[in-house]
């Protein structure tokens, strides 16, 4: 394991010396060769990189720490999953007691490009500058299988609308993808860290959309690019015309299922993502029974999830 204060790195040419930003990148057995490419395209866009194993199985740990070593970067294993969030507020601990004013939140599975933190930082300066409450910035997500763009959730007269992102500069939204956004410690003192009661699946959303509550803004900027797999693996079926849905396992159904209930509940949540998620929980349920195997797994992880949604702690966030 290396020691974040001493194992630092080169710091890079392009990075702002008024910010010192370190990215947080969290692991749970990865495809090493993915994530040697994030360490390779990460490493001289940021001062250093804290890595946080979630319970990795032992040889995988292994491997990751000699991996680690060879960019550079400072690994903590932590000794079982305690989930996405509890891991994500970790390394941000660690980040910031070794000084880091910005943190970079990166999965596994994500690489940067070139010149992302750069773009993004420089984004965020001009932002604040023009008179914004920058919550945090995000690059436009790359799917890797696809090749396609995510769009940025807005709500625009009363509905949830999925846009494509500017062409140029950024576009306000409503949240933020975690992997590739770039969040000024600072603003983390005043919303809070991530909520490690959610576990995975919409811990960004809830982030977002309570930093949002305190007049935060969050943006997407067009000239930065991460690339990033969006779910586990792709269903294609026949449904009124030929549709694919990317879907994960059915444990994370459970924890997609609780937790977006947890958000319809939850008092800093706009009237339009209550309905947009309401209707959208229906139809996953109905289209995963149907077309996504095993199906009886899935049906009873996506009700056992809006059971515990009712039934289970829902904030352990410190205020």
């Not at 394991?1 to 990148?25: C, K, P, Q, W």
């Not at 550079?72 to 891991?87: E, K, V």
Request: charged share 25%; proline share 5%; glycine share 6%.
């Amino acid at each position: 394991m290396s020691d974040l204060h001493t194992r630092s790195g080169t710091r890079a040419d392009n990075v702002d010396e008024a910010r010192r930003i370190f990215a947080v990148v969290v692991t749970f057995d990865p495809d090493l060769t993915i994530f040697d490419s994030l360490l390779s395209a990460t490493r001289e866009q940021v001062e250093r990189i804290v890595v946080i194993d979630n319970g990795s199985q032992r040889e995988c740990a292994e491997q990751l720490a000699r991996c680690c070593e060879q960019r550079a970067a400072a690994l903590h294993l932590l000794p079982n999953n305690l989930g996405i969030a509890a891991a994500q507020n970790k390394g941000i601990t660690l980040a910031r007691q070794a000084g880091a004013t910005d943190v970079l939140l990166l999965d596994h599975d994500s690489i940067p490009d070139a010149a992302m933190v750069t773009v993004l930082s420089e984004c965020a300066k001009a932002l604040r500058r023009s008179g914004h409450k920058v919550g945090a910035v995000g690059p436009v997500i790359v799917d890797r299988h696809a090749g396609t763009h995510a769009p940025v959730p807005q709500i625009v007269s009363g509905a949830v609308r999925f846009i494509d992102p500017a062409p140029a500069g950024p576009t306000r939204c409503e949240y933020l993808i975690a992997s590739g956004t770039l969040i000024e410690t600072s603003v983390l003192d005043l919303v809070g860290p991530m909520n490690d009661a959610y576990f995975v699946d919409q811990v960004d959303v809830e982030w977002c959309l309570r930093a949002g509550a305190d007049g935060f803004e969050m943006f997407c900027v067009s000239e930065a690019h991460l690339q990033h797999a969006i779910g586990d693996d792709v269903v294609s079926f026949w449904l009124f015309g030929a549709r694919r849905l990317p879907v994960h396992s059915p444990k994370r159904d459970y924890f997609y299922f609780r937790n977006t209930v947890r958000l319809i509940r939850e008092k800093f949540t706009a009237p339009p993502f209550r309905r947009f998620w309401a209707r959208r929980l229906v139809r996953l349920l109905v289209v995963q029974t149907l077309f996504a195997p095993p199906r009886l797994k899935r049906l009873h992880a996506m009700v056992t999830g809006v059971l515990s949604a009712f039934t289970e702690p829902r904030d352990s966030v410190d205020r």
